[in-house]
T-cell receptor, first 119, second 116 residues
């Protein structure tokens, strides 16, 4: 079935450094990727939507210069948290979508998430 | 903008019993999709069931079924014969129809506990 691989599953970084999170669709072409942030015991908040080969669309309140999203190929999207601070600590989840509505999961496949801790 | 509300932060049910999780949404659109997702402790999001708004028939997937009331903008999830593996956070989600409207809007979630 459709699988999205997200790495790393957890990362600890020092304040001021940058961290890159990768999201790969393994057996389908992801025309659209979504990046979510989830705080403990809260819902998924959409950060941005990216389409292959074009600039990401950020949700209101999300700093595009801080959360850099690259969707350079149909199977890979990356989220880079630049100059990370403790308040950026959170759980980040990607979701890949292909154009085939009749795929399992109705076209939305989620990665397993990345727990980021900034110290 | 669409909003999704889950008014039950936590629910519990005895194993083998039936439980219903509530979800309401607000939209001015006539056609859309609704989803229920499960997030177990592993944090992996798993699709439970989906409903197309244009379909009057309620979706069913084995022990999971929905009660879709379009006029009331209500989309509840019924879990029959609850099992220990059903323990998780459950999120209701909304999606508009059409190209370029593919993002999911999630509710705040309901934590379901199964009592052995």
């Amino acid at each position: 079935g459709a699988v999205v691989s997200q790495h790393p599953s957890w990362v600890i970084c020092k304040s001021g450094t940058s961290v890159k999170i990768e999201c790969r669709s393994l057996d389908f072409q992801a025309t659209t990727m979504f990046w979510y942030r989830q705080f403990p015991k809260q819902s998924l908040m959409l950060m941005a939507t990216s389409n292959e080969g074009s600039k990401a669309t950020y949700e209101q309140g999300v700093e595009k210069d801080k959360f850099l999203i690259n969707h350079a190929s149909l199977t890979l999207s990356t989220l880079t948290v630049t100059s990370a601070h403790p308040e950026d600590s959170s759980f980040y989840i990607c979701s890949a979508r292909d154009s085939l509505e009749d795929r399992e999961n109705y076209g939305y496949t989620f990665g397993s998430g990345t727990r980021l801790t900034v110290v | 903008a669409q909003t999704v509300t889950q008014s039950q932060p936590e629910m519990s049910v005895q194993e083998a019993e039936t439980v219903t999780l509530s979800c309401t949404y607000d939209t001015s659109e006539s056609d859309y999709y609704l989803f229920w997702y499960k997030q177990p402790p592993s944090r992996q999001m798993i699709l439970v069931i989906r409903q197309e708004a244009y379909k009057q028939q309620n979706a069913t997937e084995n022990r999971f079924s929905v009660n879709f009331q379009k006029a009331a903008k209500s989309f509840s999830l019924k879990i029959s014969d609850s099992q220990l593996g059903d323990a998780a956070m459950y999120f209701c989600a909304y999606r508009s129809v059409g190209f370029g409207n593919e993002k999911l809007t999630f509710g705040t979630g309901t934590r379901l506990t199964i009592i052995p």
